[in-house]
């Protein structure tokens, strides 16, 4: 049965009123730096963080501010879709679960799912043997990693810059929960939503933060030691090296080096499954634009957790 999905970690991850929300978001995009096109560039997707708006919201900001500038700019105009891949936190299980909720409520006001290609997508993935179900509304209102891009794409669509009108009723979202999933599966579902990101009425948003580091998170790889022998250049150094890989798009290298080191990447299924979405557009590009961290560790029993932002562009 279809539901309203409330906004269920309002109050706390984030600010439950649209007044103080927008003066926060507001913020931000102040804050966040302006990202310079191309002129034949357009705008596939971004990847941004999902911890809450005071540890990870500047991160966020510096990619939906490119995703703001897009769709108001004369490039964007035509975009009708946001795809949301977040990582599941909570359930457990194998493959994807599509939203069966008919709207996102978020302090600014409802947003729109679109019933129709959620379905479309549910049974293309089925088709391609990928065990997918519908989340239940207490799954999506437990799991943070798709609401916490909410506040940026609500603002987006909500308050346009001056003299244009908002996209909130040209623009629906597509949500998918990423459970876990192996290369093989990856490919499989990267390949089912090819055809949806070489549309330009698409924007994809993958949802993830980086390396989860300390004794509460279970793992405490100290990286290239001998390299970087403070604890918390070994994490940038770690979570740049993925983002190398990205950058590159090299796929083999990206798998290689989640083998190697298992960084804590909590997206790293729906990264991987975008990155296989795109893996046959040549013209392809991915850019982090900003890197933070909750906090600079100096011993083991201090913990963080990284947040990386990217845009990813065709030309």
Not at 26 to 38: H, I, S
Not at 185 to 213: K, M
Not at 244 to 250: P, S, T, V
Request: with cysteine; aromatic share 10%.
């Amino acid at each position: 049965m279809a539901y309203s999905r409330r906004a269920s970690h309002a109050n706390s991850w984030y600010e439950g009123s649209a007044k103080v929300l927008k003066a926060t978001v507001d913020e931000l995009f102040e804050r966040a730096k302006d990202f310079q096109w191309g002129g034949d560039e357009t705008l596939i997707g971004i990847i941004a963080p999902h911890a809450g708006i005071s540890y990870s919201g500047l991160t966020a900001a510096h990619v939906y501010k490119v995703l703001r500038n897009y769709i108001y700019g004369p490039k964007g105009g035509n975009v009708t879709h946001i795809f949301l891949l977040g990582p599941d936190h909570h359930k457990g299980f194998d493959g994807v679960e599509m939203s069966g909720a008919q709207q996102y409520e978020t302090p600014f006001g409802a947003l729109s799912i679109d019933t129709s290609v959620v379905s479309s997508v549910f049974q293309s993935l089925k088709a391609a043997g990928v065990q997918t179900t519908r989340m239940s509304q207490s799954t999506d209102e437990e799991e943070h990693s798709i609401e916490m891009q909410l506040p940026f794409i609500s603002h987006i669509l909500h308050y346009p810059p001056a003299g244009l009108t908002g996209a909130k009723n040209r623009i629906q979202l597509v949500p998918m929960l990423v459970g876990w999933t192996d290369r093989e599966t990856e490919e499989r579902i990267g390949a089912v939503l090819s055809s949806y990101s070489q549309n330009p009425h698409n924007i994809f948003v993958l949802s993830s933060d980086f390396c989860h580091w300390g004794s509460r998170f279970q793992y405490k790889y100290h990286y290239q030691k001998s390299e970087y022998p403070a604890i918390a250049d070994a994490i940038i150094a770690m979570d740049h090296e993925g983002m190398e890989w990205l950058e590159k798009r090299d796929m083999n290298g990206w798998y290689d080096y989640l083998s190697k080191t298992h960084n804590t990447i909590c997206g790293r299924r729906p990264i991987s499954i975008g990155m296989e979405a795109v893996k046959n557009d040549k013209s392809a590009s991915v850019r982090f634009l900003h890197y933070s961290q909750s906090n600079r560790c100096a011993s083991l029993s201090d913990s963080s957790v990284s947040y990386a932002s990217a845009i990813i562009t065709h030309r």
